[in-house]
């Protein structure tokens, strides 16, 4: 395996590519009591329409985090008990692009891991495991459907493209997931957890030579085909303006979204990243003269706060939390977007938001969750996101301007509203 | 670890570590929780964090903190047992990464002790346009419990159970006492939590323990101490002669169950490992049971509130489940009380606490709260004392706690339209 040290982040990565086409990487974490390992393939809730075998094939929505669920089986019983006999805490997650399982132990690592390979590359499921797991993903639907958050988000999404489908519910709808069977997981599997679609990520104290050959000898020798994904050909304008909710809440909720351009893949991806929470940082952050007015205006409270997202095909910029009137909020950071954009920033204002962002990256290695996920964010988008120093080095203030100029423009905004239900 | 006493009734707790990228520094006063009390001491917090005498407004703090590459100082109102601490947590990079070569703990722990001893102030108030837009805050934020609906249930069962006691006071307080709330009340409260009350700081990062004194000393020069008051008592719970049911309706589209049992023994660490038997962890018998077996939920779990003596069940289901879940859950209990047990079930409940407490000192966040938690209840067993007592409990212990586990209070959050 090959090190590259990260002089400015006091870390170093070993990466290796096996012949299965499986990547791996290993954080070297000597100090550390805990060790953690994320599997991940590249297919989560957007991969809906795939070509397999010549065919296209639509899935019903809510798929990838059905597989998900139903992946912990094994033909001995459940990997979940298997991990826990060893102290392992093992769970799993399904995002747009991604579906990821991991654990963190500090004992028996080999043997957790070798069960980790094990579970996620061997599907096992019947009929009837399949017919059972609807109650449980039912219950998971219902209660993310009460929660105000999610509601707002994925309005938010469904405004913002029409065709996209990033518009659809990772999890699917109670009547989607009515029509998964076992055979459907199977292709779904075979499709998608093959070794050269999937990233292996370790952190903690290990051997990173040990990592390897443990993954060489547990996993299939072969890798699979690239397998053609459609996630629709989204036009340049916003699906719809608005969309609005009532629920039972405390007070209106808002989020306002902006369609942006999306990056193709490669280190832009990354440099993209960084401009965009920049842009975030300095339009609406806890810095700027933006919220500091709102704020003390009572329009937004400490719930207010955004971020800037890419997926496949896609990327966005929202911001928003509880405001007794969304609409004006909505209006002042269009406002102050436009603003900008007309007379930049104040010079010092800006170093000051460069320095403090620097800062929040790096807090961001403190957590192993958060390494493992964006190593293989990097490895599934063409970037190495340990190189973000060099990325802030030459960030200029016309680089923010030229993000907001593209992305931050009146026809490019949606406002996704929750209103409390009347009594 | 060590801790020293810095001033009367003024605890700090170093916590070395090398290998954070951060520096993690905590300042927390700890009273007693109480519905008269808890509402203003939450205010305070978010008042003293508006503005100091040096950096009187939002923009200036944020401006001090972006210059120490993006340092957090938040305001944080935590429920400890019968307690309630209040006070700052501030994340900053360590020294090492610091492009400039910068000390930063010192400017960090200054604004800190700024926060917490000169506040911005006019005529000997504090300024009326942050009492203001902070008690409003405040109202919301008591509010937005509502908006998740679990959490909510959660506490509603406390609430109802705890009637009458400390433990069912919600960190915040209420809504009528906030709204009660005046200027001259809340800086008499003001003086006299930095005077009397109990102040227990936390820091977990590279420094030696002399240089983290040293800026204490500094950063907190002007703190008036008094006579510290004592650590809160904890009272027992009352068990009620027959479990209590409670039912609300809201418009929900999925039932939240929380149910709460009283526990009759003393042996921490033997119900500590009953309870993630029960339902502590994504192999205890609720989850196997309620969820895997029955497809019942996606959630249903417990928790042990060690500072109390308690447990408390959360899960959400579909309404027409209620008799069947509360039955399922109780028969769950039941098998954990009678040993109806596999050994693998055990081994991984005990691995699993263990891997916690191992992990622990991985996190400055987890260590300083379960720090926090121990100085607040008065108690001083390390991470690796309590996983030596895991190790030591025998399964005959765990089946004679987990006997004395009865249920007190059940609350049931229904929809609107859905039948009683």
């Known amino acids: 395996m090959k090190p590259v040290h990260y002089e400015r982040l006091g870390e170093t990565i070993y990466r290796e590519t096996l012949p299965n086409g499986l990547k791996i990487c290993v954080i070297p974490k000597p100090d550390h009591a805990k060790k953690y390992a994320f599997f991940a393939t590249r297919y989560g809730g957007m991969d809906i329409r795939f070509q397999l075998n010549g065919r296209w094939l639509d899935t019903p929505a809510g798929i990838a985090h059905y597989l998900e669920h139903k992946m912990f089986d094994t033909k001995e019983g459940n990997a979940l008990q298997e991990l826990a006999k060893n102290g392992a805490e093992p769970n799993a997650f399904t995002s747009n692009a991604m579906t990821g399982y991991y654990f963190d132990s500090t004992s028996h690592f080999d043997e957790n891991l070798e069960i980790l390979l094990s579970f996620v590359s061997v599907p096992y499921f019947t009929d009837e495991s399949v017919a059972k797991e609807q109650g449980i993903i039912a219950q998971e639907i219902r209660m993310i459907e009460d929660n105000p958050d999610w509601q707002i988000y994925a309005r938010m999404l469904r405004a913002l493209y029409s065709v996209s489908t990033a518009r659809t519910s990772i999890a699917g709808t109670v009547e989607s997931i009515s029509r998964i069977t076992a055979e459907t997981l199977y292709d779904c599997h075979k499709a998608f957890y093959t070794p050269s679609n999937m990233i292996l990520t370790v952190v903690g104290n290990v051997d990173p030579v040990k990592v390897s050959d443990l993954a060489r000898r547990i996993l299939p020798k072969e890798g699979g085909p690239v397998i053609p994904r459609d996630y629709g050909s989204e036009p340049e304008a916003v699906g719809a303006k608005e969309a609005r909710m009532a629920m039972e809440v405390s007070s209106p909720q808002f989020l306002a979204g902006w369609k942006c351009r999306p990056v193709p893949e490669g280190e832009e991806r990354l440099r993209r990243l960084i401009l965009g929470s920049l842009a975030c940082d300095l339009l609406f952050g806890e810095s700027s003269p933006l919220y500091q007015r709102l704020y003390s205006q009572g329009l937004v409270n400490s719930s207010f706060g955004g971020d800037f997202e890419q997926m496949p095909g896609v990327a966005f910029l929202y911001a928003g939390g509880e405001s007794k009137e969304p609409q004006t909020v909505a209006n002042e950071l269009q406002k102050e977007a436009d603003r900008l954009i007309r007379e930049g920033f104040d010079e010092d204002y800006f170093q000051r938001a460069l320095r403090s962002s620097f800062g929040s990256s790096l807090r961001g290695l403190n957590s192993f969750e958060n390494i493992a996920v964006s190593l293989t964010e990097g490895c599934f988008g063409g970037f190495d996101p340990f190189r973000f120093p060099q990325i802030f080095d030459a960030v200029t203030q016309e680089d923010i301007l030229n993000f907001l100029r593209d992305n931050m423009t009146a026809d490019r905004a949606v406002l996704s509203e929750i209103v409390p239900k009347e009594a | 670890m060590t801790r020293t006493q810095l001033a009367g009734g003024v605890f700090l707790t170093h916590l070395p570590a090398k290998k954070f990228k951060t520096n993690l520094l905590s300042a927390q006063f700890v009273v007693p929780l109480r519905w008269e009390t808890a509402s ?296 954990v009380q009678k040993g109806k047990l596999e050994a693998w079930e055990l081994e991984a409940a005990r691995s699993t606490l263990l891997n916690a407490y191992a992990s622990m000192g991985d996190s400055q966040g987890k260590l300083e709260n379960f720090f926090l938690g121990q100085a607040a209840t008065g108690r001083n067993e390390t991470p690796e004392m309590l996983a030596e007592q895991i190790r030591a409990v025998a399964p005959e212990r765990i089946f004679e706690a987990m006997s004395t586990v009865k249920l007190d209070t059940v609350y049931f959050l229904q929809g609107k339209e859905a039948e009683a």
């Open chain 2, 40 to 335: 203003a001491n939450a205010l305070l917090a978010a008042i003293l964090r508006r503005g100091t005498a040096s950096c009187p407004d939002m923009g200036a703090l944020a401006a001090r903190l972006d210059q120490l590459y993006g340092a957090r100082i938040d305001y944080t109102v935590r429920k400890k047992g019968e307690a309630q601490c209040v006070g700052f947590v501030a994340s900053l990079i360590d020294d090492c990464f610091a492009p400039g070569g910068e000390r930063l703990l010192e400017p960090a722990a200054a604004l800190l002790g700024e926060l917490i001893c000169q506040p911005v102030t006019r005529d000997g108030l504090f300024l009326e346009e942050y009492f203001e837009s902070e008690k409003t805050n405040l109202i919301d934020a008591i509010r937005s419990i509502l908006n998740d609906k679990r959490s909510y249930a959660d506490s509603r069962l406390l609430q109802e159970m705890c009637t009458g006691e400390p433990y069912g006071v919600p960190r915040l307080g209420n809504e009528q006492i906030t709204a009660a709330l005046h200027p001259q009340l809340l800086f008499d409260a003001y003086r006299d939590l930095i005077s009397t009350s109990r102040l227990e700081i936390f820091y977990s990062g590279s420094a030696e323990r002399s240089r983290v004194e040293d800026a204490l000393r500094a950063a907190l020069a002007d703190l008036p101490r008094k006579d510290p008051a004592p650590l809160p008592e904890l009272a027992p719970h009352a068990l009620p002669e027959e479990p209590r049911f409670i039912t609300e309706r809201l418009d929900v589209t999925q039932g939240k169950l929380g149910m709460g049992f009283s526990c009759g023994s003393d042996d921490a660490a033997a119900l500590l490992l009953g309870n993630t038997l029960f339902g502590g962890s994504s192999n205890s018998k609720l989850f196997l049971n309620v969820r895997e077996k029955l497809s019942l939920c996606y959630y249903a779990s417990s928790l042990f509130h060690r500072q109390k003596g308690l447990i408390t069940v959360s899960s959400g289901i579909e309404f027409e489940n209620y008799q069947k879940a509360c039955g399922e859950i109780l028969t769950q209990l039941e098998a």
